[in-house]
């Protein structure tokens, strides 16, 4: 069975956090963790690099003592190390890193101090108030740790034991089922719906529909797939299976007169349905995932459209399906025209060799330019972010030099001066205002220290903000999905504050972050600060990241006016001037 790069990543990962536990060497771990980062940026399987005897080395990040580990888990599937390493520490230690609020640091302490290491342990601790009495805990931290257990049960009971994925890898498993399915000759227009047609960040299992000749040959083609580990049902219209990456995956074949109807029904989301349904009762309409009746009468149900017609509503994108407004928006004809791929024009994040980048920036540039692109920000890190090998005045100042050349040079693409500043505890920015004042483009980000107060962290943007150089707030929440919550900030303060200074809020395209969240792109767009889109690329396939950020933002109601790369380069370099 071939192993994928997300499972090796997922190893990666793993043995980061426990080596994180252990307090092992900074520099080990990040090897680690960027690993994982440039395995799950490649478009080839390195599986297939590994069998045809590739040079793995050859790969961002990876030197030789990885390139062994990789070929050892992609021939047997796991890392000795790992597993060596989890017998030194208890076997349930790493799920307690799931726990929002725990990092390794607090693990520690509470397996040293009260021998803490699995959940239920720790729900124990927390409910016999032993945790506030630990160094670093308190009385808050103590209900909040129990609160977020509560959560995650909650989780688990509801999505029967499995964890979310993340959109990026229910891509890669949707996308290569859909292609199989569609080779079924009695298979027609084949979907995936559910929360992966919402685009939602995070998805618990895919919902496919397909209207068929013949059902019953395509359900056992459908159960017939190479990666299903178990049939949990089989019938004529509905099947589930399970996937070996633990992934459930239910398939509805349905009649053609049905189709917009149960398209719509399992769109979801289940309180979009629940409102449309309502308003149909209003109307003496029946809808359901057949059809919109009247009485007995099917009146509407072959399209999306004609069900949402029925009920007097327009078309309304999947992106906005989620009872936040979109069904009185409609009825008063004000939907968002979303933001679509193609109106994006540039891209204003990203990485080349100057810093942890992959290639060159006249690679970076090709590759946005055959994308169609006007201009490309690149923005290396800066001198603080030493383990990146950020930029200090000297090597930006070079960097500089060949971006003039390089726009002489290339045709059709324009490469704009930038770098992603570290904004340092207390707010300060690690390169001074005479270089910035050069620069076209200056972001800046949060890359340590998550874990100051709200009131400190809030601070703390607000001044980097206060620099007139500033122009973009890069990933603004801290977050990674799945992996660690956002820091404690006052985002409503920082958009709002975003809005008085002339400054942006991006939207971190890349899959693990996503960062703004819907929601605050939302909010954006209602205090009038415009959200920049962006790659944070460190490869070139890191740029088709691109249409994840498109995706997040029209879950934030963003249309192409709200989003700053959208703009030509002549009216962003207006937009920019503070
Ligand atoms: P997920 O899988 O947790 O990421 O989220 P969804 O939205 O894909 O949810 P899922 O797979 O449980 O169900 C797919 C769709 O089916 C859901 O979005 C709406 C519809 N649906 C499921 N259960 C109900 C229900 O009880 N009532 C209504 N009206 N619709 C439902
Ligand atoms: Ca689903
Ligand atoms: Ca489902
Ligand atoms: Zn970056």
């Known amino acids: 069975m071939p192993?994928?790069?997300?499972?090796?990543a997922d190893i990666f990962n793993e043995f980061a956090d426990l080596l994180e536990i252990k307090r092992a060497n900074p520099f080990r771990i990040r090897?680690?963790?960027?690993?994982?980062?440039?395995?799950?940026?490649?478009?080839?399987?390195?599986?297939?690099?590994?069998?045809?005897?590739?040079?793995?080395?050859?790969?961002?990040?990876?030197g030789k003592d990885l390139a062994a580990k990789i070929k050892e888990i992609a021939e047997t599937g796991e890392l000795s190390k790992l597993n060596d390493l989890k017998k030194e520490l208890p076997?349930?230690?790493s799920k307690l890193m799931k726990i929002p609020g725990l990092g390794p640091k607090k693990i520690k302490v509470l397996f040293q101090d009260l021998g803490i290491a699995s959940v239920k342990s720790l729900k124990k601790a927390a409910q016999g108030h032993k945790l506030r009495e630990l160094e670093g805990f308190g009385d808050k931290t103590e209900q909040n740790i129990l609160g977020e257990i509560e959560r995650i049960e909650e989780e688990i009971k509801k999505h029967g034991g499995k964890e979310r994925i993340k959109l990026f890898r229910a891509e890669q498993i949707a996308e290569k089922y859909r292609e199989y399915l569609e080779k079924h000759k009695e298979a027609e227009k084949i979907q995936v719906a559910g929360s992966y047609r919402r685009r939602r960040e995070t998805v618990g299992d895919l919902d496919i529909l397909a209207v068929c000749g013949k059902e019953t040959g395509l359900m056992d083609h459908f159960v017939g797939y190479e990666d299903v580990e178990k049939i949990i049902s089989k019938g004529k219209t509905k099947s589930s299976v399970?996937?070996?990456?633990?992934?459930?995956?239910?398939?509805r074949v349905v009649q053609p007169e049905s189709y917009g109807a149960a398209l719509l029904y399992f769109t979801g989301s289940?309180?979009?349905?629940?409102?449309?349904?309502?308003?149909?009762?209003?109307?003496?309409?029946?809808?359901?995932?057949?059809g919109v009746f009247k009485g007995d009468r099917q009146i509407a149900g072959k399209t999306e459209s004609e069900v949402y017609k029925a009920v007097g509503l327009p078309f309304i994108e999947p992106e906005l399906r989620e009872d936040r407004g979109e069904i009185e928006a409609g009825q008063k004809g004000n939907l968002p025209r979303l933001v679509e791929l193609g109106d994006i024009r540039g891209d204003l994040h990203m990485h080349t060799r100057y810093s942890d980048g992959r290639l060159t920036i006249k690679e970076m540039a090709e590759a946005a330019r055959n994308k169609g692109y006007e201009y490309i920000a690149v923005s290396d890190h800066s001198k603080h972010l030493t383990v990146a090998n950020g930029l200090d005045e000297r090597r930006l100042a070079e960097q500089m030099k060949e971006i003039d050349k390089l726009n002489q040079e290339l045709k059709d693409i324009r490469i704009l001066?930038?770098?992603?500043?570290d904004i340092l505890e207390d707010g300060a920015l690690d390169l001074p205002d005479e270089v910035l004042k050069d620069l076209?483009?200056?972001?800046?980000?949060?890359?340590?220290?998550?874990n100051l107060s709200l009131e400190k962290q809030t601070k703390r943007i607000l001044k980097a903000m206060d620099n007139p150089y500033v122009n973009i707030i890069c990933h603004p929440s801290g977050r990674l999905i799945n992996e660690r919550p956002p820091y404690e900030v006052n985002m409503e303060k920082l958009i709002k504050s975003a809005k008085e200074r002339n400054c942006f809020m991006e939207l971190n395209a890349h899959p693990d972050?996503?960062?703004?969240?819907?929601?605050?792109?939302?909010?954006?767009?209602?205090?009038?600060?415009?959200?920049?889109?962006s790659t944070d690329a460190h490869a070139q396939n890191d740029l088709d990241f691109m249409r994840f950020g498109v995706g997040q933002a029209r879950r934030g109601w963003l249309e192409t006016g709200d989003v700053l790369n959208t703009r030509s380069w002549k009216d962003l370099s207006e937009e920019l001037g503070r």
């Open 3 to 8: 192993v994928h790069n997300n499972d090796i």
């Open 31 to 62: 090897s680690y963790r960027n690993a994982a980062r440039t395995l799950t940026g490649q478009s080839r399987n390195i599986s297939d690099m590994v069998r045809e005897g590739d040079d793995l080395t050859q790969l961002p990040g990876i």
């Open 91 to 93: 076997d349930d230690l």
């Open 242 to 251: 399970l996937l070996r990456a633990g992934f459930q995956v239910d398939l």
């Open 270 to 290: 289940k309180d979009h349905n629940i409102a449309v349904r309502k308003i149909g009762v209003g109307k003496n309409l029946k809808i359901n995932e057949y």
């Open 417 to 421: 001066k930038s770098i992603e500043l």
């Open 440 to 450: 076209d483009l200056v972001l800046c980000s949060v890359h340590y220290r998550f």
């Open 513 to 533: 972050r996503l960062d703004l969240n819907d929601i605050y792109c939302k909010m954006a767009k209602k205090e009038g600060v415009k959200v920049a889109v």
